[in-house]
Nanobody
Framework: VQLQASGGGLVQPGGSLRLSCAAS????????MGWYRQAPGKQRELVST???????NYADSVKGRYTISRDNAKNTVYLQLNSLKPEDTAVYYC??????????????WGQGTQVTVSS
């Protein structure tokens, strides 16, 4: 299973970006899909998750500014980032909790996409 993340870039404060992460490979089902981020010198932190049923969860720091969504037919998770702040600068990683057939649940991480918020 591979995750391909895209959509990062350089944006001015107040700007917007949309991140995408597409999963490919032998996947029967994906439970939780999510986004994490890691800023320089800091630990990786949870940004947002979305369950297979559509329930969402957000870090307090991004509530009201970020929106997570998913397209189950495409095994893809999205993260809309609005009203970006310099402190949102980080490498953003996607993560999925997936299963193939009756096998065990497994976790896969994407390679990360850089988001830089600067004037």
């Amino acid at each position: 299973v591979q995750l391909q993340a895209s959509g990062g870039g350089l944006v001015q404060p107040g700007g917007s970006l949309r991140l995408s992460c597409a999963a490919s490979g032998s996947i029967s089902s994906i439970n939780v899909m999510g986004w994490y981020r890691q800023a320089p010198g800091k630990q990786r932190e949870l940004v947002s998750t979305i369950s297979s049923g559509g329930s969402t969860n957000y870090a307090d720091s991004v509530k009201g500014r970020y929106t997570i969504s998913r397209d189950n037919a495409k095994n893809t998770v999205y993260l809309q980032l609005n009203s970006l702040k310099p402190e949102d600068t980080a490498v953003y990683y996607c993560k999925i909790d997936w299963r193939y057939g009756l096998g065990p649940r497994r976790v896969a991480w994407g390679q990360g996409t850089q988001v830089t918020v600067s004037s």
